[in-house]
């Protein structure tokens, strides 16, 4: 399989499933590892996606690589191509990051590549998504935000850096060469400054679990994709039991619902788990719910149920 | 070497600068409060004794932009003021093409100025260097034009550095620590506050006062990000916000306001606190001690104000 490029369907919006913080580990952790597996094959059984995306933090344990491995043969069995950008937590545990690069190329359906190397952090890349005649439909962008230059007590200081904005203007320069008008999606761990702008504007719909855990000095990646017309959404995870969403100078800002049982040490989970399912068209508009852990759907704002 | 004057600090350890902002000159035809601020220029030189002034924006504005700005020229060319300048919004609300102000500051032999390169945004974006005895490079006063107002997907912003700013003082940057080596510390003078000013202030870091809403841009395009990316600012210095003048240490970079300098009468558009005392920000520069940014507040009539954590604002 390309990893770079995807062909769609586009008699039909894509399905796109959010899987984000399954935070799994080995140890006292056993039990939430079972519940988070089961809930993403119930998610994605469920829910018949084709692409998903992991917004990060795979793994929260000492043996982070071997998480790696089994969720990798876990996905490779459903053969449903994944992206992936890394979490925080991910590397908590991990020397080289390379070896968990190496795992996720290994896998036949994870679109993981290391990407830009001038880019800041591991794995910034983009994945392109083309019709049946090899048209440029969606542009997805994955960035490694949260590779952390330094801590300040509880917060990242920096996530990201403006080498990211220098990757996505320089990639979009090249993809527009041909003239195509397509839609352009981010994904980061991290959320955004903006989500917590986007916030305090109002007109968000969703559960806000506590103040955005955003990086304290903004990069200017929203300004970069902004400044960008073609971009559609960005998507984020990071902050447990939050899974609002809203629209921002015209661009959607998603946080995904919180696939993991172990949401922190002692494993309380604050909301029941779930994932985000979007349905996206050719022209980027996007209509989304929750799949959650007990099986049932909800509407975006967690209140109504729905159906298929 | 385009975009690039030079002050060679010779047998000086010290090198002032004398930020003045916000003169906001409507008139000279009629005595008036324009030369009360020219006073006040005059009176900073002679107790302070800067090696610079740096205009901060809005020297003129209304539709007499263009005397003032010959007027203020010929002034600081008769007491022999080097000065440099950044745009401010002032200068092109109903004003004439930048290109004119432009010609009559680049003829004044005591103004420092520069357009800068054509492919970056704004009118007023380069940069002036401070060399040492062995004619090392080491301070650099960034001047970055603020521009006007714009419109981000259709909604109006304060205008903000863009990213052809922010990569042209980095990669200006990099050029000019290869040709004279590294060392240098950077220093950046704009108009318009950064959004980091207000996160600063809201983390109870700021120094001095804060009498009105930090006017900064709704979006940020990283350009604090990149200073701090660039390792080597000592700190910002505004103005646009005219009775702000505080100090504030954000991630070690000295986030400052300057001290609104012009007097304008209250009926003309003036300012919101009028007895709030017109002055200057002063910065001293150390080449033995380039990390170290020495800067307090010079107040008409002489009160000096040093804004450190614990002291009370004035």
């Known amino acids: 399989m390309k990893r770079d490029v995807l062909t769609i369907d586009t008699s039909r919006p894509l399905r796109l499933l959010q899987l984000t913080d399954l935070h799994l580990g080995l140890h006292f952790d056993q039990k939430y590892r079972r519940l988070t597996e089961k809930l993403v094959r119930d998610a994605i059984e469920g829910t018949s996606p084709d692409l998903i995306a992991l917004t990060g933090d795979l793994a929260w344990c000492p043996e982070t690589e071997r998480i790696y491995r089994d969720f990798c043969a876990l996905m490779d069995g459903y053969g449903i191509p994944w992206g992936f950008c890394f979490g925080n937590h991910d590397r908590d545990y991990v020397k080289d990051v390379r070896c968990l690069e190496d795992i996720l190329e290994a896998s036949e359906t994870c679109l993981y590549t290391n990407g830009c190397e001038e880019a800041f952090g591991y794995g910034n890349y983009c994945v392109r998504l083309e019709d049946g005649n090899g048209k440029l439909i969606h542009a997805l962008y994955f960035f490694d935000n949260a590779w952390v230059h330094h801590y300040d007590g509880m917060h990242h200081l920096t996530c990201g850096s403006l080498s990211h904005n220098r990757f996505f203007r320089a990639n979009q320069h090249e993809l527009k060469r041909n003239g195509d008008r397509f839609c352009v999606w ?123 | 070497m385009a975009g690039l004057r030079d002050f060679h600090m010779g047998e000086n350890r010290f090198f002032k600068i ?52 010959k007027e203020f020229c010929r002034f600081m060319d008769e007491h022999r003021y080097p000065w440099t300048f950044a745009y401010g919004n002032h200068e092109r609300d109903y004003g004439p093409p930048t290109r004119v102000l432009e010609r009559i500051m680049t ?83 704009m108009h318009i506050p950064l959004p980091e000013y207000q996160h600063a202030y809201d983390a109870g870091a700021a120094v001095g006062n804060c009498l009105e809403n930090i006017c900064m841009p709704e979006i940020n395009s990283g350009a604090f990000a990149a200073m701090l990316e660039m390792g080597d600012v000592l700190g910002v210095f ?77």
């Open chain 2, 18 to 69: 004398a930020q003045i902002t916000d003169l906001h000159l409507s008139s000279f035809r009629n005595p008036g409060p324009e030369q009360r601020t020219l006073a006040l220029v005059e009176e900073i030189a002679e107790a302070e004794k800067p090696d610079l002034f740096v205009c901060t924006g809005d020297l003129a504005w209304r539709h007499d932009c263009v005397p003032c700005m």
């Open chain 2, 238 to 314: 505004v103005g646009h916000d005219h009775t702000n003048d505080f100090v504030a240490d954000w991630h070690g970079v000295k986030l400052c306001y300057g001290r609104t300098t012009g007097y304008c009468d209250h009926r003309r558009g003036g300012y919101p606190n009028s007895d709030f005392a017109r002055g200057a920000r002063i910065i001293l520069l150390d080449q033995q001690r380039v990390d170290r940014l020495e800067t307090y507040l010079y107040l008409c009539g002489g009160e000096i104000v040093r804004q450190e954590k614990g002291e009370d604002a004035q």
């Open chain 1, 186 to 308: 981010g994904f980061v761990h991290v959320p955004l400054m903006e989500y917590a702008d986007m916030w305090r504007q109002g007109g968000c719909v969703g559960l806000r679990n506590g103040p955005e855990a955003h990086a304290l000095v903004n990069t200017g990646l929203f300004c970069t994709m902004a400044e960008d017309k073609l971009t559609k959404g960005i998507f984020c995870g990071h902050d447990h039991g939050t899974c609002y969403s809203g629209e921002y100078y015209g661009i959607r800002l998603i946080y995904g619902r919180t696939t993991g049982f172990n949401q922190s040490k002692g494993g309380v989970t604050v909301t029941p788990c779930g994932a985000r399912v979007c349905d996206i068209t050719p022209q980027g508009e996007v209509s989304t719910f929750f799949f959650l852990e007990d099986g049932t759907l909800r509407n975006a704002d967690d209140t109504l149920k729905v159906d298929l």
């Open chain 2, 107 to 189: 003829e004044s032999e005591y103004c420092i100025f520069d357009r800068g390169p054509d492919d970056v945004r704004g009118q007023s974006n380069y940069a002036v260097g401070v060399y040492n005895r062995e004619e090392r490079l080491r301070f650099l006063l960034w001047m970055v034009d603020n521009c006007e107002y714009t419109t981000l997907r259709g909604r109006p912003v304060t205008a903000y550095i863009d990213s052809s700013q922010i990569d042209w003082f980095t990669e200006e940057k990099k050029r000019l620590s290869t040709e004279f080596g590294d060392g240098a510390r950077s220093l950046f003078f």
